[in-house]
């Protein structure tokens, strides 16, 4: 793989630097790896199993000292500009030669780890003149390094001629180091196998291989020399009422049932269900209680029995833990009475979760969450089917809060729409993120009623809120970037203010009644141009009010403002006039109608029908009215 001895043995001294703290920390192993090196050879095996040795006892940033490989740049160091150039180029690479699987991984991590807009990627670009533009020595030797690790994962081999010199003559500094940046690509190779190269952008700490066991580490300092046994639950558990039963440091195989009448605590351990086509589970009975924490939980495969299922004042706790592939994972409680149960799920990982997930009724905490989709999932494509449900009974006047969680899809160019959904009555939204989730038939990311959705950010989103029950809503200070449907209310009354949109298109808003206010629309457009559309449509038979908002670069190809629900109406009877009040429009056109809003709705009666027949004009009816605006 190295060519010859020489060249092998300069990159492992170009590429290793020995700190004298790990040194002394590890001096057996090191001295070992210190003769094997003057003795190298081209069988490797001896020298992988050294440094497994040290890799035992180091910690990944110690690993990082020790190699000086791993994150000698951090990517990180370059400027915007610089990853979205970056990207471009392995895109191009990877339109003109193809790409195979690794390949793409590859490009898909990094452009998750740079959080770059993949329509940003698609723009022509000149790479010659803005490699040019880089003033920076280390950011083009980053921009090379991270070019050859992709070109390797080709055919594992730094040796592909000339094919890709166009692009990496570009980097004259790069283009200097080559060897040494070549031989430290295959030192981490042969180290940590070519896994290292697609899997080093990961944003999460897990592997998408098919048929893969999927492990965790999520223990303190302390604990990470102590095994797991393995624990088998394959007959009925018992927990008597007045019993605190706690289970800890175990791989727990939960293939029968856990019938708990008093209290059961899971630390520290990697739990799996759904293991056999046996029925498993843990049943709560009344004022009995669950904590789960620093656990990691895994569902072998789906099965629509919940996992977890409590019936009346109970409590569940689960905190700091991991869940993969989970589905029909808790029920709390059978309906809106179940008040007195209490949930709290805070600081947790919830990875590729699908159908029923979550289904909660009574109070909850779900806070400090990641909810995260990076894979097509299989499982019923069915609104009924939801991710998270979180609900209580409007009576209690306390809400449900849902806080500082992110909800991310994080697939690219799927044709599978996301599996996130989240469903919440009686409830608060607040400081969380939805990043890149599509919901592409009738759902919604997130259904609501009687809730408020307060600073939250949206970017590249689908359908994002519709309601269900018919309750006041409440949607203030939030940001939604680069979305369509945005804002879906069929029944109720909302009150949407002090929000940004910006960059988004098509259908925006579709709003039964209530006020929109102070909010800002900033360069709102039309791209499906086979089905224009209305940016915001108000129901014509009920009163709303748009006041003291600024619309600014609009360009669509339909009413940026229009009204809905009169094709039935008879005279003028169902009309309920909403009002544009003291708003500002700059720079706002509209390329398929003479007007930016529909003021008029033309109607039938008895007189009209006689005018339509006498003079061919229909009669109209005024249904928004325009006051004080800056047109």
């Given at each position: 793989m190295f060519g010859n001895k020489k060249s092998f043995n300069e990159g492992m001294k170009s590429g290793i630097r020995l700190s004298e703290e790990i040194v002394k920390r590890d001096t057996r192993a090191i001295n070992k790896l210190y003769e094997i090196l003057k003795n190298i050879t081209g069988d490797t095996r001896e020298l992988k199993?050294?440094?497994?040795?040290?890799?035992?006892?180091?910690?990944?940033?110690?690993?990082?000292?020790?190699?000086g490989i791993v994150k000698t740049s951090n990517p990180n160091d370059l400027e915007e500009e610089e990853k979205i150039i970056?990207?471009?180029?392995?895109?191009?690479?990877?339109?003109?030669?193809?790409?195979?699987?690794?390949?793409?991984?590859?490009?898909?991590?990094?452009?998750?780890?740079?959080?770059i807009n993949f329509e940003d990627l698609l723009k022509e670009n000149n790479f010659k003149k803005a490699i040019d533009n880089i003033d920076s020595k280390?950011?083009?030797?980053?921009?090379?390094?991270?070019?050859?690790?992709?070109?390797?994962?080709?055919?594992?081999?730094?040796?592909?001629?000339?094919?890709?010199?166009?692009y990496l003559s570009l980097f004259v500094y790069g283009l200097a180091d080559n060897k040494n940046i070549e031989n430290e690509v295959e030192f981490k190779v042969i180290i940590f196998g070519e896994e290292i190269l697609y899997q080093q952008f990961s944003k999460y700490s897990y592997n998408f291989e098919e048929n893969q066991e999927y492990?965790?580490?999520?223990?303190?300092?302390?604990?990470?020399?102590?095994?797991?046994?393995?624990?088998?639950?394959?007959?009925?558990?018992?927990?008597?009422?007045?019993?605190?039963?706690?289970?800890?440091?175990?791989?727990?195989?939960?293939?029968?049932?856990?019938?708990?009448?008093?209290?059961?605590?899971?630390?520290?351990?990697?739990i799996y269900y759904n293991n056999t086509e046996e029925g498993n589970g843990i049943i709560l009975s009344k004022n009995a209680n669950i904590?789960?924490?620093?656990?990691?939980?895994i569902c072998k495969k789906m099965d629509k029995s919940?996992?977890?299922?409590?019936?009346?004042?109970?409590?569940?706790?689960?905190?700091?833990?991991?869940?993969?592939?989970?589905?029909?994972?808790?029920?709390?409680?059978?309906?809106?009475?179940?008040?007195?149960n209490k949930v709290s799920i805070d600081n947790c990982d919830i990875i590729n979760c699908s159908d029923n997930f979550l289904l909660i009724y009574g109070m909850c905490k779900f806070v400090n969450n990641r909810i995260v989709q990076d894979k097509d999932i299989n499982g019923k494509e069915s609104i009924e089917?939801?991710?998270?449900?979180?609900?209580?009974?409007?009576?209690?006047?306390?809400?449900?809060?849902?806080?500082?969680?992110?909800?991310?899809?994080?697939?690219?160019?799927?044709?599978?729409?996301s599996k996130i959904h989240l469903q919440i009555e009686n409830a608060k939204v607040i400081n969380c993120v939805f990043k890149n989730i599509n919901k592409k038939d009738e759902s919604s990311i997130i259904e609501i009623g009687n809730a408020e959705i307060e600073n939250c950010k949206f970017e590249n989103c689908q359908n994002i809120l519709s309601d269900s029950i018919e309750e006041k809503i409440i949607i203030n200070n939030c940001i939604f970037n680069n979305c369509t449907n945005v804002i879906t209310i069929y029944w109720n009354e909302c009150l949407l203010s002090n929000s940004k949109f910006i960059s988004c298109y098509d259908e925006i808003i579709y709003y039964n009644s209530g006020i929109i206010e102070f909010c800002e629309f900033i360069d709102i457009k039309t791209k499906n141009r086979e089905f224009s559309e209305d940016s915001i449509l108000l129901n014509g038979k009920k009163q709303n009010i748009i006041r003291n908002c600024i619309f600014d670069k609009i360009k669509v190809e339909s009413y940026l403002i229009n009204h809905y629900g009169l094709e039935d109406m008879w005279g003028t009877k169902d009309i309920n006039l909403s009002y544009v009040k003291n708003c500002t429009f700059k720079d706002c056109e509209t390329t398929g109608k003479d007007n930016l809003i529909n003021k008029f709705c033309p109607y039938l009666s008895f007189s009209s029908f006689l005018s339509i027949l006498k003079n061919g004009q229909e009669a109209e009816a005024e249904v928004i009215k325009i006051e004080n605006c800056k047109i």
């Amino acid at each position: 793989m190295f060519g010859n001895k020489k060249s092998f043995n300069e990159g492992m001294k170009s590429g290793i630097r020995l700190s004298e703290e790990i040194v002394k920390r590890d001096t057996r192993a090191i001295n070992k790896l210190y003769e094997i090196l003057k003795n190298i050879t081209g069988d490797t095996r001896e020298l992988k199993e050294t440094f497994e040795e040290v890799i035992k006892s180091l910690e990944n940033s110690e690993i990082e000292k020790l190699f000086g490989i791993v994150k000698t740049s951090n990517p990180n160091d370059l400027e915007e500009e610089e990853k979205i150039i970056l990207l471009q180029i392995l895109v191009d690479i990877s339109k003109r030669y193809g790409s195979n699987s690794n390949q793409k991984e590859f490009l898909r991590n990094l452009t998750l780890y740079f959080e770059i807009n993949f329509e940003d990627l698609l723009k022509e670009n000149n790479f010659k003149k803005a490699i040019d533009n880089i003033d920076s020595k280390k950011s083009e030797k980053i921009m090379y390094k991270i070019i050859k690790e992709y070109l390797y994962l080709e055919n594992n081999t730094n040796n592909y001629g000339n094919k890709y010199n166009e692009y990496l003559s570009l980097f004259v500094y790069g283009l200097a180091d080559n060897k040494n940046i070549e031989n430290e690509v295959e030192f981490k190779v042969i180290i940590f196998g070519e896994e290292i190269l697609y899997q080093q952008f990961s944003k999460y700490s897990y592997n998408f291989e098919e048929n893969q066991e999927y492990t965790y580490e999520n223990v303190e300092e302390d604990d990470k020399s102590i095994e797991y046994e393995d624990l088998y639950i394959n007959n009925i558990m018992q927990i008597k009422k007045d019993e605190t039963k706690e289970i800890s440091y175990k791989n727990l195989y939960v293939n029968s049932y856990i019938n708990c009448n008093g209290i059961l605590k899971l630390k520290k351990c990697t739990i799996y269900y759904n293991n056999t086509e046996e029925g498993n589970g843990i049943i709560l009975s009344k004022n009995a209680n669950i904590s789960i924490e620093n656990c990691n939980i895994i569902c072998k495969k789906m099965d629509k029995s919940m996992f977890i299922k409590t019936l009346e004042n109970n409590e569940v706790n689960i905190k700091n833990s991991k869940f993969l592939n989970c589905s029909y994972f808790l029920k709390v409680g059978e309906s809106y009475s179940s008040i007195q149960n209490k949930v709290s799920i805070d600081n947790c990982d919830i990875i590729n979760c699908s159908d029923n997930f979550l289904l909660i009724y009574g109070m909850c905490k779900f806070v400090n969450n990641r909810i995260v989709q990076d894979k097509d999932i299989n499982g019923k494509e069915s609104i009924e089917y939801k991710n998270i449900s979180i609900s209580n009974d409007d009576e209690v006047l306390e809400k449900n809060l849902i806080s500082n969680n992110q909800f991310e899809d994080n697939r690219i160019n799927t044709k599978k729409q996301s599996k996130i959904h989240l469903q919440i009555e009686n409830a608060k939204v607040i400081n969380c993120v939805f990043k890149n989730i599509n919901k592409k038939d009738e759902s919604s990311i997130i259904e609501i009623g009687n809730a408020e959705i307060e600073n939250c950010k949206f970017e590249n989103c689908q359908n994002i809120l519709s309601d269900s029950i018919e309750e006041k809503i409440i949607i203030n200070n939030c940001i939604f970037n680069n979305c369509t449907n945005v804002i879906t209310i069929y029944w109720n009354e909302c009150l949407l203010s002090n929000s940004k949109f910006i960059s988004c298109y098509d259908e925006i808003i579709y709003y039964n009644s209530g006020i929109i206010e102070f909010c800002e629309f900033i360069d709102i457009k039309t791209k499906n141009r086979e089905f224009s559309e209305d940016s915001i449509l108000l129901n014509g038979k009920k009163q709303n009010i748009i006041r003291n908002c600024i619309f600014d670069k609009i360009k669509v190809e339909s009413y940026l403002i229009n009204h809905y629900g009169l094709e039935d109406m008879w005279g003028t009877k169902d009309i309920n006039l909403s009002y544009v009040k003291n708003c500002t429009f700059k720079d706002c056109e509209t390329t398929g109608k003479d007007n930016l809003i529909n003021k008029f709705c033309p109607y039938l009666s008895f007189s009209s029908f006689l005018s339509i027949l006498k003079n061919g004009q229909e009669a109209e009816a005024e249904v928004i009215k325009i006051e004080n605006c800056k047109i």
